[in-house]
């Protein structure tokens, strides 16, 4: 249950910190590495199949939110899409309202639609060289009753008013931009939440729920309700699965079950803790030992590398694709991982993760979990949902002059939004 990887990405509605970095992802494809190399009893063979159609799968359909709060230094705050259902527009620097420019139904178009929308105006601002404040898109529902926005928005209202200098969403458009926000893809399981091997066995024991699972619920595109379907339902599954209990949970030996799984749970809940508790105090100088003092050299390293990466996801990897930009992500990205393994055998040689802290480890899972995701783009030229590709070299023929200017089959086309 260790999350998505949404936080990979420059811009993203995820949690800061180590909980969106594809801790999953990284974990699962260390794993199965190890047992390739070795005498696993399951002889997994990866030769005659891609790698990520394995243990981890679609990973290329990574959700982007059409309209995160875009404030320079700030962390993205999610503007909920019932702004648009109320009538919110997206409207550029001008006030001149683009959404229908790219689909009939505005601003009520399918959310990967929207993403590209206000990710293609943005774009038309970085291009023009301007600075912080050369900014083309923007939610807009001031026309509104001002008391009613207050009263059916309280959150946004309470954030916007929060800041040091506070904005008005019921009186003036706000800046917007698509952020990252949830993986469809993930760590592939069963209908109980075991995770499944490259070979389509099962490893034993091994198991995944949430947004670190691909479970097969979600299309092209996500809907809310189904990453809760995707937590609750196969959090619950799995939780029974790994108790051995029935899932009524009425029998006396169910029932014992599920208070020595409690048990077990509290005791795992205080071992995290009380590690947490160390890591900041050791965060904070307080005083330890010299083989666990946090290496600061190491730590900046990381974090230098991790924000790299992030640029390379988001510039190359994000709402709009190409196969070029996807290839030079692959080709990035692969050294970065060589680097931030590097790094962790480095900081593993000093005493472990605790010697370098939270950093090296974040940005191992976050390089294997980046990687994977570019590769996945990269053998998926279709456009699906969340996956949006355009072929350069359909784009070049066309505008050549071939065919009489006629435009390419994915132009005639809206993207497909199929179950996966």
């Not at 639609?113 to 898109?137: L, P, Y």
Request: net charge negative.
């Amino acid at each position: 249950a260790s999350g998505g990887l949404g936080g990979i990405y420059q811009h993203s509605t995820n949690p800061l910190g180590f909980n969106a970095l594809g801790s999953s992802v990284g974990l699962a494809l260390r794993l199965e590495d190890r047992l390739s190399s070795s005498s696993s009893p399951l002889n997994i063979n990866n030769n005659n199949m891609n790698k990520y159609n394995g243990i981890v799968s679609d990973l290329e359909y990574v959700q982007f939110h059409p309209t995160s709060l875009y404030l320079p230094n700030e962390a993205r705050f999610l503007l909920t899409e019932a702004l648009r259902g109320e009538g919110a527009i997206l409207r550029d620097a001008s006030g001149r309202a683009f959404a229908r420019d790219y689909h009939p139904n505005g601003e009520l178009a399918p959310r990967d639609i929207v993403a590209r929308a206000v990710f293609m105006e943005s774009q038309k601002s970085a291009a023009g060289g301007g600075g912080e404040d050369d900014h083309n898109a923007y939610l807009d529902i001031s026309h509104r009753d001002s008391e009613w926005l207050k009263d059916r928005f309280p959150s946004i209202h309470a954030h916007l008013k929060s800041r040091t200098n506070p904005m008005d969403f019921t009186q003036e458009k706000i800046p917007v931009i698509p952020a990252a926000h949830y993986t469809c893809g993930g760590v592939t399981t069963d209908l109980n939440g075991c995770v499944i091997a490259s070979n389509g066995e099962w490893y034993g024991n091994l198991y995944a729920a949430g947004e670190a699972a691909r479970t097969g619920l979600h299309g092209g595109n996500r809907l809310a309700s189904t990453s809760l379907l995707e937590g609750l339902v196969y959090g619950a599954s799995v939780g029974e699965m790994v108790a051995g209990v029935v899932s009524d949970g009425t029998d006396d030996k169910a029932l014992e079950n599920r208070e020595r799984v409690m048990e077990t749970m509290h005791q795992a809940r205080y071992a995290i803790e009380q590690r947490l508790a160390l890591e900041q105090s050791t965060s904070a100088g307080s005083t330890v030992s010299s083989t666990s003092a946090v290496d600061e050299g190491m730590r900046k390293e990381a974090t230098a590398i991790l924000t790299n990466l992030k640029s390379i996801m988001w510039d190359n990897v994000g709402v709009v694709r190409t196969p070029s930009k996807l290839a030079l992500a692959v080709s990035e990205l692969s050294a970065m991982r060589d680097e931030a393994d590097q790094l962790w055998n480095n900081s593993s040689s000093s005493g472990g993760c605790g010697g370098a802290g939270w950093e090296v480890v974040a940005l191992r899972d976050a390089a294997h979990a980046g990687l994977a995701v570019a590769e996945s783009a990269l053998a998926n030229r279709v456009s699906g949902g969340a996956h949006y590709v355009v072929l350069e070299e359909i784009e070049s023929e066309n505008n050549n002059g071939n065919g009489g200017g006629s435009k390419s089959d994915s132009d005639d086309e809206e993207p497909l939004h199929a179950v996966i």
